[in-house]
């Protein structure tokens, strides 16, 4: 008889101007694989992280079979994130030691060869036998989440347990994939439930004993095994087609070829091949994995180009180069504006004016700084960052979304032939999104080529001319005119291989009317 493990009924929980989750309930049995399905900004993340603690719920109960801790927080959840939360340079051993001690009553170092023993017997459970003190580094994908999963089985007293999997299967293939399978059912097969986060479809199928699809915060289904397949699937994530209502704004005229990325291979990218004309924004999505991560750092030079040619107004630009790509007139806003867009240490000031000083600079070299103090309230009024005048703030200070026009700023003021943008607005409130949207829009009507790389269905409809969906590298299909909807991008996505009426890069066409 299966033991109920986890409960989570009637979860709610809204951000100001968003309802992330309205009213969801899903529950864990012993042995069993329950997967979350849905697409970018369905809950899924929202609802892990009310899981795990990280955000408080609105509204719902949460219970598991071992109780509550004594900070509050249930018992028995253990969560695998994307990146895995490994540290590189240590040994399996290390890594699976960091969070308890082994030793005398907790006092000093377990003997290494107790540690070792138990490292090896903590992987053997699902068949590996990978040498436990070399670096993590040195694994495999599917070893290194074979380490993350032997971490959090790692102390278990019992089996009253759920391990809750974030896209595991997100860079592996093939027979990496076959092998964490067989992790995942050595786990359910002792007792314990998984909770399987993923977009891979036909693994969700393979491996799971019931489904919850979430779509816009709610749960629209709750099926057994046996009850669904993968077109059943598409389906419930990608919702019902919305009207053909197409936007003036939509079409684009055609123009001169401002950008032309012609058969690039560069690390997850396979022959892309794409034209953005001036005035036009074109948009690239996928899956986790797909290789639309990389496309911006590509296109822009941070990647290395294996080959291809990145053209801006026809001419080439050297591979690998960022300050080539500048030269040529190009921007590049990338997805971690903290981490890789910006100087934190700075303030907005010097942030805003260093791609280009020499307009500012006196005939000695020196920085006019009257003349850069004006430049940066200048651009800060012009995209409206909050509050007004506080160019000399530090960057760190301001909201997420007054960063990212800081940032957009930067280029803005270049007066770019080319912007390249990866998620321009995550992680940025719904009013900040409208104004970097306006903002984006208004770089295009000034004659600026606009590629957009990014998981939101709803911003790549809202801003785009066209979409094109890649996976495993490649383009498999191009969306635009009246088949440019939510639904068709999310079905795009999840299909994951070409589809019939495949446009190719230099052509233009409709997903779905050839």
Not at 160 to 178: F, H, W, Y
Not at 207 to 226: F, I, M, Q, S, T
Not at 469 to 483: C, Q, W
Request: charged content about 25%.
């Amino acid at each position: 008889m299966s033991r109920l493990l986890l409960e989570a009924a009637h979860v709610s929980k809204s951000f100001p101007g968003v309802r992330a989750l309205d009213d969801v309930s899903i529950a864990v049995h012993s042995g069993e694989v329950l997967a979350l399905v849905g697409h970018n900004g369905s809950g899924k993340s929202t609802l892990v992280k009310i899981l795990a603690g990280v955000y408080a719920m609105d509204v719902g109960r949460i219970s598991t079979s071992g109780g509550v801790g004594a900070k509050g927080k249930p018992e028995g959840l253990h969560f695998i994130h994307q990146d895995l939360g490994l540290v590189p340079m240590l040994s399996t051993i290390e890594n699976i030691d960091l969070s308890r001690h082994h030793g005398v009553s907790g006092w000093g170092p377990a003997p290494v060869h107790d540690e070792r023993m138990r490292a090896r017997q903590l992987i053997a459970k699902f068949s590996a036998t990978f040498d436990v003190d070399a670096p993590v580094s040195t694994l495999t994908p599917a070893e290194r989440t074979i380490v993350a999963i032997a971490r959090a089985l790692d102390g278990w007293t019992s089996q009253d347990n759920v391990l809750v999997l974030d896209e595991p299967t997100a860079a592996l293939q093939g027979e990496e994939v076959r092998k964490l399978f067989e992790a995942i059912r050595a786990v359910i097969n002792d007792g314990a439930g998984v909770v399987l986060i993923s977009h891979r479809l036909d693994e969700v199928v393979e491996l799971a004993d019931r489904v919850v699809v979430l779509r816009d915060g709610r749960l629209v289904a709750d099926e057994p095994r046996g009850s669904f397949d993968r077109r059943s699937l598409v389906s419930l994530v990608a919702g019902a087609e919305e009207s053909t209502k197409v936007d003036a704004a939509r079409h684009h005229s055609g123009g001169q070829v401002r950008l032309s990325v012609i058969d690039l291979y560069a690390p997850n990218l396979r022959g892309l091949s794409i034209k953005v004309r001036a005035g036009e924004i074109i948009g690239v999505t996928g899956l986790i994995g797909s290789g639309m991560e990389q496309v911006g750092s590509a296109v822009f030079g941070r990647l290395p180009r294996r080959s291809g040619h990145v053209m801006v107004d026809g001419k080439v630009v050297r591979s690998g180069s960022p300050a080539a790509a500048i030269r040529a007139g190009m921007g590049f806003v990338p997805a971690d504006r903290r981490g890789q867009g910006s100087i934190v240490t700075m303030n907005a000031r010097e942030n805003l004016t260093l791609p280009r000083l020499f307009s500012l600079r006196g005939r000695l070299g020196q920085v006019r700084r009257l003349a850069e103090r004006a430049e940066a309230r200048r651009w800060m009024d012009e995209v409206g960052v909050r509050p007004v005048g506080a160019h000399e703030r530090p960057f760190s200070l301001f909201s997420g979304g007054n960063q990212q026009k800081i940032v957009l700023a930067k280029w803005i003021r270049n007066a770019p032939l080319v912007l390249v943008l990866e998620e321009p607005t995550q992680g940025v409130d719904v009013s900040a999104q409208a104004a970097i949207h306006e903002l984006i829009a208004q770089v295009a009507n000034d004659g600026a080529a606009i590629l957009v790389a990014s998981t939101d269905t709803k911003e790549l409809v809202s801003l785009c001319h066209r979409v094109v969906v890649l996976h495993d590298g490649r383009e498999t299909v191009s969306i635009e005119g009246r088949r440019l909807t939510e639904s068709a991008l999310v079905r795009a996505t999840l299909e994951g291989r070409p589809d019939e009426h495949r446009v190719g890069p230099f052509r233009s066409g409709e997903y779905g009317d050839g």
